[in-house]
């Protein structure tokens, strides 16, 4: 079955500075790639997602990139906010099913 | 339009006792999910119905959980004894007929087991 690999972990970034979080993927039969973001207590909530006929999208502060030769896609983040602070989850969908990487705690310092 | 209702938000029980949870999906939403969220951890899928039929199950512990989807609209999801090691949050998520892997999640049920 399908493997997503997420790194890293733990992220800490000071106002106004970028994040980064990287994802990693097994299967080549996946076309779709959305982030995620859960804050504490919360339910996972989808912030942006791209298919695998692009290779860059936009919104806003928030941008993903899929290398698809590479298998592997990014969440990217500028002028980053203390609101931003929570995990974010990237996954891939193969077959209908979506599997999540483990997820990176950013953590938004003032 | 109302999001994916879960309940119940929160229970705590014995090991050894049974517990059931239910969702109801968005209205329309022919994809139904149940995945498991342990703490710090990403959500691992548990069961996957289209309509009414379970179309992947592989990763439902049989001998202890079990789900229905009566009429393909709510589900139940059921542990029938509980054990210590199912303390977690159980998410339910819906999903669209046609946008594969859009997925729309409830508030989940978190449930501890002492």
């Known amino acids: 079955g399908e493997n997503v690999e997420q790194h890293p972990s733990t992220l800490s970034v000071q106002e106004g500075d970028s994040a980064v979080i990287k994802c990693t993927y097994s299967d080549s039969a996946s076309n779709y790639f959305p982030w995620y973001k859960q804050e504490l207590g919360k339910r996972p909530q989808l912030i942006i997602d791209?298919?695998?006929?692009?290779g860059e999208k936009k919104d806003q502060r928030i941008a993903v990139t899929l290398n698809k030769t590479a298998k592997h896609f990014s969440l990217h983040i500028t002028e980053t906010q203390p609101e931003d602070s929570a995990v974010y989850f990237c996954a891939s969908n193969a077959g209908n099913m979506l599997t999540f990487g483990g997820g990176t705690r950013l953590m938004v310092k003032p | 339009e109302a999001g994916v209702v879960q309940s119940p938000r929160y229970k705590i029980i014995e090991k050894k006792q049974p517990v059931a949870f239910w969702c109801n999906p968005i209205?329309?939403?022919?994809?139904l999910y149940w995945y498991l969220q342990n703490l710090g951890q990403g959500p691992e899928l548990l069961i996957r119905y289209e309509n009414e039929e379970a179309v992947d199950d592989s990763q439902l512990p049989k001998d202890r959980f079990s789900a229905e989807r009566l009429k393909g609209v709510d589900s139940t999801l059921k542990i029938q004894p509980a054990e210590l090691g199912d303390s977690a949050v159980y998410l339910c998520?819906?999903?669209?007929?046609?946008?594969?892997?859009?997925?729309?999640f409830g508030e989940g049920s978190r449930l501890t087991v002492l």
């Open positions: 998520a819906s999903s669209p007929r046609g946008k594969n892997g859009e997925l729309f």
């Open positions: 791209i298919r695998s006929n692009v």
């Open positions: 209205s329309g939403h022919n994809t």
